[in-house]
């Protein structure tokens, strides 16, 4: 899958739920997703991974984004958009199963 596409994906995620939520934001590249400058809560962070993990797998990828300690860890791939989406690139570089 190509990095445009899994930005893409991660972009309207994040802002579909913000939308459910009745949170407004931008959100682009370099939006932070989790953290104290986040446009949501940890409990909107679990749902948007859970979504993201979700989409992929409708897509036949089976990739696991929640592991320990990656939301606090200073290089956590949660930081922006483009931090997860060269995480989830690397995870899904093989074809579909």
Known sequence: ????????????????????????????SDTILFGSESLVDSMGAVNVIIDIESHFKGQGYRIALNYEGAMSSEDSPFRTVTTLTDFISELIKEPPR
Do not use: S, W
Request: glycine residues 4%; charged residues 45%.
């Open 1 to 28: 899958m190509q990095r445009e596409r899994i930005e893409e994906v991660i972009i309207t995620v994040f802002k579909d739920y913000l939308e459910e939520q009745d949170i407004e934001g931008e959100i682009n």
